[in-house]
């Protein structure tokens, strides 16, 4: 069955999925502290977002920090804000940490596993005391919030070398809820290549194309180590590149990841020189042989077009500077 709820976003209806979904949509209406572990880009962000937005506190602040993302430096006055004169270049009345900010809703904390010892110290002792204070300030705040933590990273390895602290592992770790790869779930991905070819059609204003068997065998073959995230970036480049009513699996020569071309079948390679040969040439007929205009159409530069000109041997007559 298709959730309609807060795992709507969530695509597939696989076993492996479903088992996810279930145990999160359970999950969602306590108030247990959850560890989502998975691989990068397999959704981890959207499972959160539902897992909140399927508990009593969905019309409070969701706060999504990424902890990869922030500087070592600016990790403590990111979490727990400052007090106005703190230190020089902040704001002059203060600012609120993220932790503040999620005052009676979720925390979502993305790549815990990158949180540096001292900062997940100052973590446990909010999540033991429930309270926090600001950078300069001497007075705690109070804070209600419901911690969901997500990691691609084995913390059992790192706690057993002494890389992430035992006990906040224990405290995150209540619930754990495993999100598949998306080798494991391969019946799911015709349905995600279908909303996101309708995503980028609507965004770049193009038709959706449709997939013949090839195409989709191709897609159903390559083992997707980037998970959802990079198939979502090859269907976005398709939509980009083609302008075909359906596509072949010579379209996808050009999209694919280099990695992906064991899956690609042998002459496929001379198909997507010929394939780019007849472009270059359909491209310079619209635009009357203005090489300016159809480097700028086929998203490369001028030099590379004269490259490829030259590579290709495309000499046309009516061709001008």
């Known amino acids: 069955m298709e959730y309609t709820g807060p795992f709507a976003e969530i695509k597939g209806s696989s076993s492996a999925i479903q088992k996810a979904k279930e145990l999160a949509l359970k999950v969602a209406s306590t108030e247990a502290t959850v560890l989502i572990q998975g691989e990068s880009g397999v959704g981890k962000e959207l499972f959160s977002q539902g897992i909140h937005d399927g508990s009593t506190r969905n019309n409070k602040p969701f706060i999504p920090v990424n902890c990869g ?27 609120p940490g993220k932790i503040e900010l999620a005052h009676q809703g979720t925390l979502f904390l993305d ?7 001292d900062m997940q110290a100052k973590l446990l002792r909010v ?6 204070y600001r950078i300069g300030g001497s007075s705690a705040k109070n804070v209600d919030i419901r911690i969901i933590a997500a990691t691609n990273a084995d913390l059992k390895k790192m706690v057993q070398d002494g890389q992430f602290r035992e006990d906040l592992y224990y ?21 995600l290549i279908s909303t996101f070819i309708d995503e980028f059609a ?10 013949n068997k090839t195409a989709l065998n191709l897609f159903i073959s390559y083992e997707w180590p980037g998970n959802i995230r990079e198939l979502r970036n090859v269907v976005e480049r398709l939509i980009i590149f083609n302008d075909k009513k359906a596509i072949e ?39 009357h042989g203005n ?9 490369i530069s001028r030099v590379s077009l004269y490259k490829k000109l030259k590579d290709y041997q495309i000499n046309l007559n009516f061709v001008q500077e």
């Open 69 to 95: 993302a922030i500087p070592e430096a600016l990790f403590e006055s990111e979490f727990f804000g400052y007090e106005k004169g703190s230190f020089t270049g902040a704001h002059k009345e203060g600012k």
């Open 111 to 117: 790549e815990i596993g990158i949180l540096p010892l």
């Open 127 to 132: 999540l033991q005391e429930r309270e926090v």
């Open 171 to 191: 405290r995150l770790n209540v619930v754990t809820l495993n999100i598949p790869p998306l080798r494991e779930r391969k019946e799911d991905i015709p349905v």
């Open 202 to 211: 609507v965004k770049y204003k193009k038709l959706s194309p449709s997939l």
């Open 249 to 287: 699996a010579i379209h996808l020569a050009d999209v694919f990841p280099v990695e992906a071309r064991t899956v690609i079948p042998e002459g496929l390679a001379y198909d997507k020189a010929k394939l780019e040969k007849d472009r270059i040439t359909e491209v310079l007929k619209t635009t």
């Open 291 to 299: 090489k300016s205009a159809a480097a700028k159409k086929l998203g």
